[in-house]
């Protein structure tokens, strides 16, 4: 399973969770994301949000609640797979097994696992449910997020270059999300007066599709389409997680790119944009102060999951005045590899004050233009090798190899991790 596999496990039973945990341990290749909910009702509206690929719900022997909780998910979320978990002792004899899982199965579960969750049995559950699948004609484009724990460091100047680089050669098919909720600035980075932005996919969270989702998004000159922040704190307040994630399960069935720049706080909602990432870019300024930041924040990364090797460093605004320190010393207190240097160029932020992507104008003899480039390539490279272009067969407006020659990195451009080596994820500039 190429794509990170969203699990909704629903129970009062404490126990399940532990023993999901253990079970989904040592299948490595899952790479799960896993949200526990009591409630049916809870459950019904996570599902709606997060679209998970599978629930697990903890079954009894009267099967009447959750025979209406899978009425009501496969309305909320057709695409979910329902399995139930059930402990042999719920059959009594007054209890028959056979009735109880016809029932289930007329209600909807598509499988079932006995508990206590072993990691063969799930294992071969997940083989059965989506490996015969995947190599069925749909395809899901990318989420790549822009994260960072301190704010000025260039994160939303990279985020909007890199969706408009994308854009240019896949004009339509690029959506920017600006979920950076309270000081959103993509919109005044491209010029754009949007009257829609994400607190009206919050007011429309009930009737929010696909469709809705195209609706609220902004085209741009460059090719892609803007969902707008928020226009201020208050209408901020409405956006929560569950939206976020929502939006990013439909995008990602809309768009092939999907590119998030985030608010730089590690709260909920970047918790709800990583929970649906593929790829994450860190950005990072070359002073000790960010740094010692960025270092706590790539434990905060791995604490929560949130694997190393879909996080990559780029150290942005690099400038050799002043006794700055240098990449080799970033990465030696970091213990990781930066995987791009973005030199520091006054014309970013003319051309951010201008409301125009920097790369939207020729600047040929430009080394920032050449390594924003790079950032496009390395973003377009990324998503389509995983993504909806995985196959070579591109699902919309196909990949490009710029930065590529021969299968291999052009000097200079973002390499793939080396194994064993972690890379990290991305900061913001404005």
Known sequence: ?????????????????????????????????????????????????????????????????????????????????????????????????????????????????????????????????????????????????????????????????????????????????????????????????????????????????????????????SGLHLLAAPADAIEAAEVGEDTVSRVLSLARRTYDYVIVDTFPMFDRVVMAVLDQTDEAYVVLENVVPTLLGAERFLKLLDSVGFSADKQQIVLNRFSRRGGSLRPSDAEERLQRHVDLVVPYDRRLIVAANLGRPFLSTRHPFSRTARRLGRLVADVEQRAGTNGAAASGTPSHGGVSTAGMSNGHAVPGAIAPPAKGKPATANKGQR
Do not use: W
């Not at 399995?83 to 109880?100: L, M, N, Q, R, Y």
């Not at 499988?111 to 083989?127: E, I």
């Not at 899901?140 to 680089?165: D, E, H, R, Y």
């Open 1 to 221: 399973m190429a794509n990170p596999l969203h699990i909704l496990v629903v129970g009062s039973d404490a126990r399940l969770r532990d023993e999901c945990v253990a079970a989904l341990t040592p299948i490595v290749e899952a790479t799960p994301v896993v949200h526990y909910l009591a409630d049916f009702r809870q459950a019904v509206e996570a599902a709606r949000s997060r679209r998970p690929q599978l629930v697990i719900v903890e079954m009894a022997s009267d099967s009447t609640a959750m025979r209406t909780f899978a009425d009501e998910l496969a309305a909320a979320s057709p695409e979910t797979r329902l399995v139930g978990a059930f402990k042999p002792e719920i059959f009594t004899h007054d209890v028959s097994e056979s009735a109880v899982l016809i029932e289930a199965v007329r209600a909807g579960v598509s499988d079932f696992l006995r508990r206590p969750l072993s990691a063969v049995d799930l294992g071969q559950l997940l083989d059965r449910l989506f490996r015969r699948v995947a190599t069925g004609p749909a395809r899901l484009g990318k989420v790549i997020a822009f994260i960072s724990n301190k704010g000025g460091v260039g994160k939303s100047t990279l985020a909007v270059n890199s969706a408009a680089g994308v854009a240019t050669r896949h004009p339509g098919r690029v959506l920017l999300v600006d979920a950076s909720l309270q000081m959103g600035v993509c919109a005044a980075m491209l010029d754009l007066r949007p009257g829609l932005s994400l607190v009206d996919a919050a007011r429309q969270h009930a009737r929010l599709d696909e469709t809705l989702l195209e609706q609220l998004a902004i085209p741009d000159s």
